[in-house]
DNA sequence: GGAACCTTGACACGACCGTGCTAACGTCCC
DNA sequence: GGGACGTTAGCACGGTCGTGTCAAGGTTCC
């Protein structure tokens, strides 16, 4: 509306309903990303908040972001938390270093189809049937 | 038992139950860990899960892993799928590292109380009321 | 050949994720 | 002062996570 971009050309910044409309996520969404600490605007004295170009343009990423990959909020927000505590990065990387029960006596057949099995990120298709 | 005393003797393998056992996990979750992706055993001709030493070693520092921090599976599964994509380590890193909408014009301490909002990983404790 | 183990598959369940919607109440602005 | 909008809190719902348990069927081994 003429307001909001009224508002945007004086103030800057934009109100959630407004962020929603420009960035595609719904304003529920745009809360909830604030909770996870993933985009948090700026509030006004009176206590909205106010999300200017900066936020638009993170709203915007974070979402070309989920879309491009299998990722939910929960993920890259546990990936920031790798980065913000390093003791958790450590151990974590630790023990993914740490190369997976070395693969020295599968049966090669078998190493190939746990292997494909891993790369399906978690539990999705179950066709395995175990050779009985 | 004396039964898996031997096996481990001569085969230098448990089964789940025995995995289980000395490990702290239960079978059920031994599965599951493996369907994660996160251990996984080699199979015998018959499709039983072999548990070697490594293995064992495995369970054992990733039991810890998760009691050390707040993690679940699912999330150091998310940690090896970075190290394992780069295409999405890059795309997840780029957006976290573009210090999420710079602070400069939040009050300062409305910038600490987000602040501390977003060390607790997710949704926790609600208490902000918003200065009305 | 039978007991004790293994395998997969499924139901169940509480807790959380991602989302929408509604309620109750404050703010903005004409 | 009233309407459009903001704030939080809450219910709801399908989906996944972390678990347990139970069923149906193969293996091991005495």
New binding site residues.
């Given amino acids: 509306?003429l307001t909001s971009l009224a508002?945007m050309a004086t103030t800057e910044a934009l109100?959630?309903?407004?962020a929603a409309d420009t960035t595609g996520w719904?304003?529920?969404?745009l809360?909830?990303i604030e909770r996870?600490g993933l985009v948090v605007p700026p509030?006004?004295?009176?206590?909205?908040?106010l999300y200017g170009a900066a936020e638009l343009q993170r709203l915007r990423t974070l979402r070309e972001l989920l879309d491009a990959h299998d990722v939910?909020?929960?993920?890259i927000g546990f990936a920031s938390r790798m980065r913000t505590e390093p003791h958790l990065a450590r151990d974590v990387d630790g023990w993914l270093s740490a190369t997976a029960t070395r693969p020295a006596e599968v049966p090669a057949d078998d190493w190939l189809r746990w292997e494909q099995a891993k790369h399906t990120r978690?539990?999705q298709h179950?066709?395995?049937?175990?050779t009985?």
Avoid: H, I, K, W
């Avoid at 509030?43 to 908040?49: K, L």
């Fill in positions: 509306m508002r109100t959630v309903q407004e719904s304003p529920r969404m809360r909830y996870a509030r006004s004295a009176s206590g909205y908040r939910g909020l929960a993920e978690l539990l179950p066709e395995p049937t175990p009985n």
